[in-house]
């Protein structure tokens, strides 16, 4: 049996197909029959969730989604503990992930995001960050407010909301970032040219963003989200929003669980980037669209 981490669109085509009657997707009917056949399995996270919101307002289509969701996973649920770092699958009406995922989260980040998860420990990790000097020699910004961790963190989570709330910020500060590496020789050329040279720029400067990171940023879903914005500022795959970015990037996290075969996508951008972020973090997963993936289930049969 292949476990398979379906994107939102291949749930949405087979919506349309099941509950909307619409023929033009009946080629998605073929995730219902692999499923009944036990051929595939599959599950759903926080990022299906995130994908509803806020654009699906009328209740019926959300009542849809879900349905769609419920109906090819079996309520098979992919818990993620960012304390913990652990992922834990169980079974769980996704109507119940969607209430709690509208209600309790959020992409909006702050020091009081950190301190609501920090719980007991916040004080002692406020005193830390508070007497952390930054080596402005190995960050190389002195925009931040002050010279400790906390003010430079501080800074980051406002260009974080900026960018999440605001498209033309988002695309400006890429803009910015973009100039400033252009402004070095060896990366000018290439920046410029083809997808396969702006590549070189990534895979040579990817382990020199990896060393700037602390400790803490090293997991799996952060690792994931710093290749995908690496390769969102150098222009390759852009997205027209942040959020999309970033909701990108988490299911890239969750379909790397460690069971699981395949990520399927109909989303050419989020297909490439995956395949390159997986590539660069070593992570051995199938990054497939929907026509590959039929084909995979043909020969395995």
């Known amino acids: 049996m292949l476990v398979v981490y379906l994107d939102w669109n291949i749930y949405a085509h087979f919506r349309d197909w099941k509950l909307k009657g619409d023929e033009t997707f009946s080629k998605y009917k073929t995730l219902e029959d692999l499923k009944n056949l036990r051929q595939i399995q599959t599950y759903f996270s926080d990022a299906h969730m995130l994908d509803l ?29 960012a304390i913990e ?16 995922v509208k209600n309790n989260f959020t992409l909006n980040q702050s020091m009081n995001t950190i301190e609501q998860n920090s719980g007991p420990f916040w004080h002692i ?11 402005f020699e190995e960050n190389g910004d002195r925009s931040a407010s002050g010279t400790d961790l906390k003010s430079y963190m501080d800074k980051l989570f406002t260009e974080h909301n900026n960018a999440l709330n605001d498209a033309r910020y988002f695309k400006s500060r890429r803009v910015q970032n973009l100039r400033k590496l252009q402004m070095i020789p060896e990366y000018r050329p290439h920046l ?23 400790a803490s940023m090293k ?9 995908f914005m690496l390769l969102d500022q150098l222009h390759l ?62 020969r395995t049969k």
């Not at 770092?85 to 209430?99: F, G, L, N, Q, T």
């Not at 997991?219 to 290749?227: A, E, V």
């Open 53 to 81: 919101m806020p654009e699906n307002i009328d209740s019926s289509y959300i009542r849809n989604d879900l349905e769609a969701m419920s109906q090819l996973t079996d309520n098979m649920y992919l818990l993620y503990d």
């Open 85 to 100: 770092h652990s992922e834990i699958k169980e079974r769980v009406d996704p109507c119940a992930i969607y209430r709690n």
């Open 125 to 135: 990790l406020e005193e830390k960050l508070m007497n952390m000097e930054l080596s």
């Open 192 to 214: 410029s040219g083809t997808e396969e040279q702006k590549m070189s720029v990534f895979f040579d400067l990817f382990p020199k963003w990896l060393s700037c990171l602390p």
């Open 219 to 227: 997991n799996r879903s952060d690792l994931l989200f710093s290749s």
């Open 237 to 298: 795959w852009a997205d027209g929003n942040y959020k999309n970015m970033m909701i990108d990037a988490l299911h890239a996290f969750y379909a790397s669980h460690f069971d699981t075969d395949a990520l399927v996508t109909d989303d050419n951008n989020f297909r490439n980037k995956a395949i390159v972020a997986y590539q660069v973090l070593g992570i051995d997963l199938h990054v497939l669209n929907f026509d590959e993936f039929l084909e995979i289930v043909q």
